[in-house]
């Protein structure tokens, strides 16, 4: 059985930073991209930022330059840094995870999320 264990969300007033960080368990084989993505009240859910296996990085326009995702390999954990948090960063942040289990299915697989708030 797989999870996704989300953490780091929170309240914190503009122009402040939250590291968020997601952990994938369970019988993985091979974790290739994961990202994040976030829905605020009323949108969409949209990317903020993906990592593939190897490292490459993209973000969202609105995100660049503020944002960083990383991931920790051998820990099957991904980061989102989160720097000058603006009020339209608010939103539920899902963690995404796409990966080969050791019976050779591949999933594509969603966090439960955790909420952002940024006070103005």
């Known amino acids: 059985q797989v999870q996704l264990v989300e953490s780091g969300g929170g309240l914190v007033q503009a122009g402040g930073s939250l590291r968020l960080s997601c952990g994938v368990s369970g019988s993985i084989a091979r974790l290739n991209a994961m990202g994040w993505y976030r829905q605020a009240p009323g949108k969409q859910r949209e990317l903020a930022a993906v990592?593939?296996?190897?490292?490459?990085?993209n973000y969202a326009d609105s995100v660049k330059g503020r944002f960083t995702i990383s991931r920790d390999n051998a820990k099957n954990t991904v980061y989102l840094q989160m720097n000058s948090l603006i009020p339209e960063d608010t939103a539920v942040y899902y963690c995404?995870?796409?990966?080969?289990?050791?019976?050779?299915?591949?999933?594509?697989?969603w966090g439960r999320g955790t909420q952002v708030t940024v006070s103005s």
């Open positions: 995404n995870a796409d990966f080969f289990l050791v019976t050779g299915v591949r999933y594509d697989y």
């Open positions: 990592i593939t296996s190897g490292g490459s990085q």
